[in-house]
């Protein structure tokens, strides 16, 4: 069920009038998961049974872990991490033959690992309801392509669940829900038509000009198909009185590369950065263990998206080109406006090619990008360009000056005030209108 659909508007409304009508916490949690269920039965009816296994499994599970002499603890550990990443390994390499894997898989499966892990730890406490851990677990608005949430975040939330919800956390959800709509509705789905037919035919009017600017939309697609993924999951959460943090924070406008790796899918980066990077000894234990964790790391975020080759190159792409960024600092510690601007642009280049891989369907593809880009750039009129990429270049400036408002709205320097949510829902409508972009899932739902 997609969030931008007249099915998910009929079940969202019915669930929140059903939600402030209920004056029982308990009540309230009981109805997030029945729910969740139902949403996720929508489109998975029959892996809805493995999402109830896991979460029972994971749950019992847990308190083995917490309650076990070390020994026996890191057994119990060791079946717990096994078992749904022999799962999640084998549904990748679609052993099963099937479509796509099952929705949201890779999403509850990292969130029962970082419950097993902070168990372990001693970080947490186990769940001492299980209702509050199936509501953890399966949160509709999060489920299918996160973020991925912590339990030490969300268990407390569900344990003091709001009987009504403050009015400045209504604001903050109806502005998220808008802007998501927005983000991927009106602006992914509209660079998604132009950038699919690309990739289809592979050749383009301009050449290498015409592909510089496919990319430069693809960039913005999957941000804002995924970010806007992320707001209207955050902003329903917000309706419902429970924070869920901040999934990207406008990743283009990193300083660094590795910024970009604080700002982007901040809820999977930090994951990997807590339960593989420092684990395999971060920055703590000199420059070939840090070489080691950073490329480890990072292939690894690329096999959490899927087992194709291209994935794998993408993830050492970033590697690689973190690693050199690491190395520079170290030799230049020279801060001024020259290196500013270098680190910029070197975050732009890097990202930007790193998206080459992705996108493609085969690493040959992407040669012939890059060679397209490189050695068949061609020099046109400006009017007879933007003739024929005049929908492209308005998404684009939409999506900058949208992104940048948020930005700003973030830093304070613009206040969100009520009224403008109305502009912006009508801004929305007409934007709408015009592109008239087709229903598309969200992109994060294969992964």
């Given at each position: 069920m997609l969030f931008n659909t007249f099915e998910f508007f009929i079940f969202f409304i019915s669930f929140i009038f059903l939600y402030i009508l209920l004056k029982n916490k308990n009540h309230k949690v009981y109805l997030i998961c029945i729910s969740s269920l139902l949403f996720y039965t929508y489109g998975e009816k029959l892996w809805v049974i493995y999402l109830i296994f896991s979460a029972i499994f994971s749950y019992k599970l847990a308190y083995f872990i917490y309650h076990s002499k070390s020994r026996r603890s890191k057994l119990y550990l060791s079946i717990g991490v096994t078992l749904p990443l022999v799962i999640l390994i084998i549904l990748k390499m679609n052993y099963f033959n099937l479509k796509q894997i099952p929705m949201g898989v890779s999403f509850f499966t990292f969130q029962i690992l970082s419950y097993y892990f902070d168990i372990y730890k001693k970080r947490i406490e186990p769940?001492?309801?299980?209702?509050?851990?199936?509501?953890?677990?399966?949160?509709?608005?999060?489920?299918?392509?996160?973020?991925?949430?912590?339990?030490?975040?969300?268990?407390?939330?569900?344990?003091?669940?709001?009987?009504?919800?403050?009015?400045?956390?209504?604001?903050?959800?109806?502005?998220?829900?808008?802007?998501?709509?927005?983000?991927?509705?009106?602006?992914?789905?509209?660079i998604s038509v132009r950038v699919d037919q690309a990739f289809e035919s592979l050749n383009l009017p301009f050449g290498g000009t015409s592909w510089l600017l496919i990319m430069i939309a693809y960039s913005w697609q999957i941000y804002f198909d995924f970010s806007g993924y992320s707001d209207v999951a955050i902003g329903l959460s917000r309706l419902m009185g429970i924070n869920i943090k901040d999934n990207f924070n406008n990743p283009y406008f990193s300083k660094t590369i590795k910024e970009f790796w604080n700002n982007w899918h901040i809820s999977l980066s930090t994951w990997f950065k807590?339960?593989?990077?420092?684990?395999?000894?971060?920055?703590?234990?000199?420059?070939?263990?840090?070489?080691?964790?950073?490329?480890?790391?990072?292939?690894?975020?690329?096999?959490?998206?899927?087992?194709?080759?291209?994935?794998?190159?993408?993830?050492?792409?970033?590697?690689?080109?973190?690693?050199?960024?690491?190395?520079?600092?170290?030799?230049?510690?020279?801060?001024n406006s020259f290196i500013k601007i270098g680190n910029y642009l070197y975050m732009l280049l890097v990202v930007f090619i790193g998206w080459i891989f992705f996108r493609s369907s085969d690493f040959s593809t992407s040669i012939k990008i890059i060679n397209s880009i490189l050695y068949d750039f061609k020099f046109i009129k400006w009017h007879t360009f933007y003739n024929v990429y005049k929908d492209l270049i308005i998404l684009i400036s939409l999506a900058f000056c949208i992104d940048f408002s948020h930005f700003l709205i973030k830093l304070n320097v613009v206040r969100l005030y009520p009224w403008m949510l109305y502009i912006i829902w009508l801004f929305a409508s007409v934007l709408a209108l015009i592109f008239q972009a087709p229903i598309k899932e969200f992109i994060y739902f294969r992964f």
């Open positions: 769940a001492n309801k299980l209702l509050n851990y199936f509501a953890y677990l399966t949160m509709f608005p999060q489920l299918i392509a996160g973020p991925i949430c912590r339990a030490k975040d969300i268990l407390p939330q569900l344990d003091q669940i709001d009987l009504k919800i403050p009015n400045k956390k209504i604001k903050e959800g109806f502005y998220l829900i808008t802007l998501g709509i927005i983000k991927k509705a009106v602006i992914a789905d509209a807590d339960y593989i990077y420092i684990p395999l000894g971060g920055s703590k234990k000199g420059q070939v263990r840090l070489l080691f964790a950073i490329l480890t790391t990072m292939v690894l975020s690329a096999l959490w998206h899927g087992l194709a080759f291209n994935y794998i190159v993408w993830g050492l792409w970033h590697g690689f080109s973190l690693i050199l960024f690491n190395y520079f600092i170290q030799i230049n510690k020279n801060d």
